[in-house]
């Protein structure tokens, strides 16, 4: 066998083993290839395959031995500079990019990727300079368009940040991640309630879905004397809410019944990830798969429904489900929306969140769970319930919210100032990503100071390790959740910490997830149904002092003894479901 062919050989193998999660045979290919062909691409391979594995000092050093190898090749600077952001290694991926800059000053992509880093960095304002020069050297530049918005959203201006994206979504290299990007910040917006957000989804099949596949084309699901095979697709198996929430799933599906494979497209392999790897009987890492591996690797599996656990959120893969890679395809969990596919037949939500009143205008047909969709997998680093109310050491109460800043619009600011004005001397606790910047700060005090709430009373903080993330709620009398985008983690989190959680229940899916867990342990009564009941009850919540402390020391055992703990029940009722599609998708075939 030739140098070449041999090279290509162990390249090759060196990638399959990866897919398959044997990191320490794919090291050993790429390394190998690399003695043949000391300058291949399996340079960067290996690089990839360091960070999955957990090497990151070897990556790094890796990382750094090829850019002096490719030193003079402003290709190999922007590549390195895309794994070093892939496997969050910022400070790596500026100086990465900025050696691409320096070597090609005229490439827009190469100014997209250095403000990505410096986002990624929380330097927002030299990374708006960085994309506005690409979008100076390439005009109406979807992914720096995009990108801008980004930043806009970080800040609470929602409006703005939409204008750009409408933009990017009309330009010429408009990708399926600017699309979803556009489809996901919409529920940010004021008046996200009224804009019809389902039906636009239909966008993204419109531009992404060929025209030419059948629904109903791979044939009818005979499981006769096997088990059925499910596939979930996710790029967040990893440390991650979507992990946490799936992983009582994956522990309680039945595998006497069912085959469990788990596709990660996620960029880390971490612990929970591992977790996730003793659940199903087969975890594949597809995030070097491009559609047409990944649809063949589908077929090949034989998976009979195939689960999207991402929406329109980072890392989705829904371009293979719009070409129909399973005879069933099915939505859940990672989105509080329709798909808008064709090719997605089914979504799983329930009777709270989407309740058969409310007109459902997206492109999957609903099954609506008797019981709330999710279940709450409890990590071990959730600390004990506290044993004092911070209302009564500070002499006054304290609000928090500690979900993402795009989801605190004006709506929600305007309620939270007369909720303070209300409680006099009250504080509230904000704490997201980008709390940390100065310039973010400034913005959200300053949009309290116009409705008349004082800079004192806001606190803004950054985000920390889960250990302080969690201590941080011991300080918090009330969290106020965020409307129209509910939280879902954070409402669980605040809850399972002993603090009561005030919700807006509204009249889409994004709206209603926060009702559906209150519902869930008997506290809907904090789930009212206008702003000014919201307010109402948030301020009267303050005045109850004594009311909150023996209500802070049940709200934990109110979610034990939930739904919301019970795995196995939510894996029997999804189960179900799976013998419902079959049936019908067979009638139909």
Not at 283 to 309: C, G, M, Y
């Amino acid at each position: 066998m030739g140098d070449k062919s041999r090279y290509l050989k162990l390249y090759e193998s060196g990638t399959i083993a990866r897919q398959h999660g044997d990191y320490l045979t794919a090291e050993k290919m790429f390394n190998e290839a690399l003695l043949i062909e000391p300058l291949g691409t399996a340079g960067l391979e290996l690089c990839r395959t360091l960070f999955l594995s957990g090497k990151a000092e070897e990556g790094d050093e890796r990382l750094l031995k090829e850019l002096e190898l490719h030193k003079s090749c402003e290709k190999t600077a922007f590549a390195l500079g895309l794994i070093s952001l892939q496997f969050m290694r910022k400070e790596n991926a500026v100086r990465f990019f900025m050696r691409a800059v320096e070597l090609a000053p005229g490439k827009a992509e190469y100014y997209n990727g250095l403000g990505c880093a410096l986002k990624e960095l929380q330097r927002f304002k030299e990374a708006s300079l960085s994309f506005k020069k690409a979008l100076s050297l390439k005009d109406n530049y979807g992914e720096a368009l995009t990108n801008l918005a980004s930043i806009l959203s970080i800040s609470g201006d929602n409006e703005e940040a939409i204008q750009y994206l409408k933009k990017a979504v009309g330009s010429k290299d408009v990708t399926p991640v600017i699309v979803s990007n556009y489809l996901l910040r919409q529920h940010y917006c004021l008046n996200a309630e009224n804009m019809n957000i389902t039906a636009g989804h239909k966008i993204f099949n419109k531009i992404f879905a060929p025209e030419n596949k059948n629904k109903k084309s791979l044939g009818i699901i005979d499981p006769t004397g096997r088990k059925i095979r499910v596939g979930f697709v996710s790029g967040d198996f990893r440390e991650h809410p979507v992990a946490w929430f799936m992983l009582p799933l994956f522990k309680h599906f039945n595998k006497d019944k069912f085959e469990i494979a788990a596709y990660s497209d996620a960029t880390v392999h971490d612990s929970v990830s591992e977790l996730i790897k003793r659940e199903v009987n087969e975890f594949i890492d597809i995030s070097s798969l491009n559609d047409d591996e990944f649809s063949s690797r589908i077929r090949e599996d034989k998976i009979d429904i195939l689960f999207d656990l991402s929406g329109h959120t980072a890392r989705n893969r829904l371009t293979v489900f719009a070409n129909r890679a399973a005879p069933l395809q099915v939505t859940y969990l990672g989105y509080p929306d329709t798909t808008g596919l064709e090719n997605m037949d089914y979504r799983i939500v329930d009777q709270f969140t989407d309740p058969s009143f409310v007109t459902y205008g997206g492109s999957e047909k609903l099954i609506r769970l008797n019981r709330c969709f999710l279940t709450f997998s409890k990590p071990g680093y959730l600390r004990p319930v506290r044993d004092f109310q911070p209302a009564v050491q500070n002499g006054y109460v304290t609000f928090g919210s500690f979900n993402n800043s795009s989801k605190i619009n004006g709506s929600v600011i305007e309620a939270w100032s007369e909720i303070l004005k209300k409680a006099a001397d009250s504080k509230l606790v904000l704490k997201f990503s980008g709390g940390g910047n100065d310039e973010i700060k400034d913005g959200f005090i300053n949009k309290f100071a116009s409705h008349g709430i004082d800079k004192s009373r806001i606190i803004i903080e950054g985000w920390s390790s889960k250990q302080s993330h969690f201590k941080r709620y011991e300080d918090i009398d009330i969290a106020l959740d965020t409307f129209s985008y509910n939280g879902v983690t954070t409402t669980l989190e605040a809850l399972w910490s002993g603090v009561p959680v005030v919700t807006l229940n509204g009249n889409i899916h994004a709206s209603r997830v926060g009702y559906s867990i209150l519902k869930a342990i008997g506290l809907e009564l904090f789930a009212p149904s206008s702003v000014e009941k919201y307010i109402e009850v948030a301020s009267a919540l303050s005045f109850k002092v004594d009311s909150l402390f023996k209500l802070s020391k049940t709200v934990r055992s109110r979610i034990a003894a939930s739904s919301l703990s019970e795995g196995e029940s939510l894996a029997r009722a999804i189960e179900n479901s799976f013998f419902q599609m079959i049936n019908n998708y067979n009638k139909q075939a």
